[in-house]
């Protein structure tokens, strides 16, 4: 691993962070391939790291979110187990589907989750009132369900799809979506790395150095949050999932035709 690799890495984890801070995702969809692709990590042991450097970022991000009042615990801990449970369905599922069409499906997901943000929602009355306590506790166990089903089965993407669930589905403005999500990925990611050390060897420096710059980088992301409008940082979370999805789709579409064109 050479020096000037490290360096781009460092600098790249501090975006990682200033996502997470910003959006509440962009962690692992972001993390996975700096690591593969730019310190040569094989991809399990970047999936595992990725796990730990997102689920501690996001856990000191929430920190700041909790001080302005952007996380609601009780729908944050309730969305966090039904997600883990739906994830843990979700992967051993995922084990009998082919890598391309998961990619697919991932993209797909991201597709319409961006149009949806982009969109926006129509008010719900007292459904959507900042307290977060009116929201029905089984719905928010749906949600949870059926988005971990949805992550575990594409293997990322998570905070991607808790904050428009949490936004479109349970009613939380925007930033304090973004907040609560980090309690979610938070859960869900040390829940997926207890798993994968049992057959995963971590290069402990060099992640807890990602980590430590990229909770540098939330600390900016976590300013930023408070100050830009709620319509604004919605639509800008669209554009970016929206984007990043037809990027990953028009990638798997290609290798996918190109692997029936003879050589």
Do not use: C
Request: hydrophobic residues 55%; charged residues 10%.
């Amino acid at each position: 691993m050479e020096p000037h690799q490290i360096v781009i890495a460092l600098a790249l984890a501090a975006l990682v962070g200033g996502s997470l801070g910003l959006l509440g995702g962009g962690g692992s969809i972001l993390t996975v391939p700096i690591l593969t692709y730019v310190l040569g990590m094989e991809p399990r042991e970047a999936i595992a790291a990725s796990l730990f450097i997102v689920g501690a970022t996001s856990a000191v991000s929430m920190i700041g979110h909790t001080r302005a009042g952007r996380v609601r615990w009780k729908t944050g801990a309730l969305f966090g187990i039904a997600g883990m449970i739906g994830a843990f369905a979700g992967g051993i599922l995922g084990g009998f589907v082919p890598g391309a069409v998961l990619m697919i499906l991932f993209a797909a997901m991201m597709i319409i989750t961006a149009t949806a943000m982009i969109r926006g929602r129509k008010d719900r009355g007292t459904s959507t009132d900042e307290s977060g306590h009116k929201r029905p506790i089984l719905r928010i166990l749906i949600d949870g369900l059926l988005v971990g089903a949805a992550t575990g089965l594409v293997g990322a993407g998570g905070g991607f799809l808790i904050v428009p669930a949490l936004n479109l589905l349970g009613g939380l403005p925007m930033a304090i979506a973004v907040g609560t999500s980090l309690l979610v990925i938070a859960m869900k990611s040390f829940a997926g790395l207890g798993g994968y050390l049992f057959s995963v060897q971590l290069n402990w420096p060099i992640v807890l150095a990602f980590t430590a710059t990229a909770i540098a980088g939330s600390f900016a992301g976590v300013a930023l949050a408070g100050r830009i409008p709620e319509r604004s940082l919605r639509k800008g979370f669209g554009v970016f999932v929206l984007v990043i999805g037809v990027f990953v789709l028009a990638q798997e579409v290609v290798g996918s035709l190109s692997s029936y064109v003879p050589a």
